[in-house]
């Protein structure tokens, strides 16, 4: 008897999270839908006041901004999945989708690691060369390297 190679092709996966507790998630629901309008609200405020004052014009605060706009860009991709798994019976995610999501959530760690080491530099100049701060870290030197977001 010969025995054929067989393979099965996953085409979606089976959330399983709090299928066991399906009473408490209406009010997980409403608890991470307020963390992330509250998310959403926050770094929206940051992006704004960065944007809108001239003030703040400065790396430090360019820096944050783009910080902001990459934790929107982080939460937005996960969260309404999440959202959407409590409310409807299907607890499915398809393969492609979730390679999507994993995707997404790699390059936004990766760029958020770029981003803060960017801003302990920035922290590094102003703090052990103050004089050769303005040089150093002039609009010339980090606008090539930001994000596409506003700022």
Same mark, same amino acid.
């Given at each position: ?5 067989? &393979? ?38 940051? +992006?704004?006041? &960065? ?36 409310? &409807?019976? @299907?607890?499915? +995610?398809? *393969? ?6 994993? *995707? ?16 302990? *530099?920035? @922290?590094?100049?102003? +703090?052990?060369?103050?004089? @050769? ?19």
């Amino acid at each position: 008897m010969v025995s054929a190679n067989q &393979t099965a092709s996953v085409t979606e996966f089976i959330l399983l999270g709090l299928s066991a507790h399906p009473k408490l998630e209406k009010t997980f629901f409403v608890l991470i839908l307020l963390m992330y309008l509250v998310i959403l609200l926050g770094n929206g405020v940051l +992006i704004l006041m &960065t944007v809108s004052n001239s003030h703040l014009h400065m790396p430090m605060y360019f820096f944050l901004g783009n910080l902001s706009f990459l934790d929107i860009c982080y939460t937005t991709s996960s969260v309404p999945l999440i959202l959407d798994s409590f409310l &409807t019976p @299907r607890k499915t +995610i398809s *393969f492609s989708a979730c390679a999507v999501q994993m *995707f997404l959530s790699f390059a936004m760690g990766a760029t958020e690691c770029v981003l803060l080491s960017m801003m302990a *530099f920035d @922290r590094y100049v102003a +703090i052990c060369n103050p004089l @050769r701060y303005p040089v150093v870290m002039s609009k010339a030197a980090y606008m090539p390297i930001r994000l596409p977001a506003p700022g």
